[in-house]
């Protein structure tokens, strides 16, 4: 079994000035909400949630990315509220979020 229920990973990477990447688009801090709504939620823990920051996961053109482990189900998201449907759906309750899947 693995350590968490569910490994969360948010590409944060960030390039250089003028390229596309998940980082200008708000990854770092729409990570730092995830991390935060997961400790309020008190699902932090082993054999709970993990929320993690990654570099780059070469999906750029998608951005910004997460991807849950071990489902391995990769979301696109633009805001908070979309981070919170992953959390309250994906994580808590067990339910892709369809709309937000790639």
């Not at 693995?2 to 596309?20: M, T």
């Not at 400790?39 to 932090?44: A, C």
Request: aromatic share 8%.
């Amino acid at each position: 079994m693995s350590y968490f229920k569910h490994h969360v990973f948010f590409c944060c990477n960030q390039r250089e000035a003028g390229e596309s990447c998940c980082n200008s688009l708000g990854a770092s801090t729409l990570q730092t909400y995830a991390k935060e709504r997961i400790s309020e939620l008190n699902m932090k823990g082993a054999g709970q949630v993990r929320i993690n920051k990654a570099g780059c996961l070469d999906r750029c053109d998608q951005g910004p990315v997460l991807v849950i482990y071990p489902e391995a189900v990769w979301y696109s998201y633009i805001d908070e509220e979309d981070v919170e449907e992953i959390i309250q759906e994906h994580l808590l309750n067990g339910r892709i979020v369809e709309r937000l899947k790639i």
